[in-house]
């Protein structure tokens, strides 16, 4: 039995994205139900910005379980100027370890992403060059009959 080192990885990193995506949502919502939606985060112009750049990386979570790319894009896109934005205002970076997940998540989707259109192409490669030999071997028996 052959282990394929792609087919694996690949599996491994989509999985990992999804489900630290998953708890991330899941985490945002209950923190959402529990204590309502903050005002402050539409107070100023800038808060707005950050608060439209988080949900615009959450909504690449729940994106990514259909999409990868787009939505590993997205959490990307969406961290990143959250970064910017938040630097940009302070002239700090967020501290903690949750927004560095976030863009670390976004990342792995798109590797996944990455991966699995290699896995796709390597796959359609072999198929088409099966399809070749078969059509050669067809073409050689009909020399024969």
Known sequence: MKIDLLRIS?????????????????????????????????????????????VTSLLGFAILWRWEFAGGLLVAIGISSFYLIHFKITGDLPGGWVFPSLLITGILALISWGLNRKLHKRMTHTSAQANKTSSENRLALEDYS
């Open 10 to 54: 690949s599996l491994l990193l989509r999985w990992s994205a999804r489900i630290v995506g998953l708890l991330i949502l899941a985490f945002v919502i209950l923190h959402i139900l529990g204590e309502g939606i903050p005002k402050e985060l539409f107070s100023k112009p800038g808060e707005a910005l950050l608060t439209l750049s988080f």
